[in-house]
Nanobody, 120 residues
Framework: QVQLVESGGGLVQAGGSLRLSCAAS????????MGWYRQVPGKQRELVATINAGHSTDYADFVKGRFTISRDNAKNMVFLQMNNLKAEDTAVYYCNSRTYYTVTSWNDFWGQGTQVTVSS
């Protein structure tokens, strides 16, 4: 069992910043990659950013230049620095980790989500 716990969400005005954190714990053998996704009611969950063990990153077009994903491999943590937030960024943000939980088995694990609300 792998658990992911997000923190850092909240209410912020447009143009402001937030930093999301996610810590993975439990039966972790090796984390392949981690990422952030977001979802609003009635829509599919969408990719925000991902980062692999070698710190290579991928961003959705709508956050490029504004958001930065990073990770601390030793601490099994991933972060999302969100700058110049827009009202359209309002969503529940979920942490994801693709993780080997044994030497041979891997799965995608998800956090409970943290609400980000941007007022305009």
């Amino acid at each position: 069992q792998v658990q992911l716990v997000e923190s850092g969400g909240g209410l912020v005005q447009a143009g402001g910043s937030l930093r999301l954190s996610c810590a993975a714990s439990g039966s972790i053998f090796r984390i392949i990659a981690m990422g952030w996704y977001r979802q609003v009611p009635g829509k599919q969950r969408e990719l925000v950013a991902t980062i692999n063990a070698g710190h290579s990153t991928d961003y959705a077009d709508f956050v490029k230049g504004r958001f930065t994903i990073s990770r601390d491999n030793a601490k099994n943590m991933v972060f999302l620095q969100m700058n110049n937030l827009k009202a359209e960024d309002t969503a529940v943000y979920y942490c994801n980790s693709r993780t080997y939980y044994t030497v041979t088995s891997w799965n995608d694990f998800w956090g409970q989500g943290t609400q980000v609300t941007v007022s305009s």
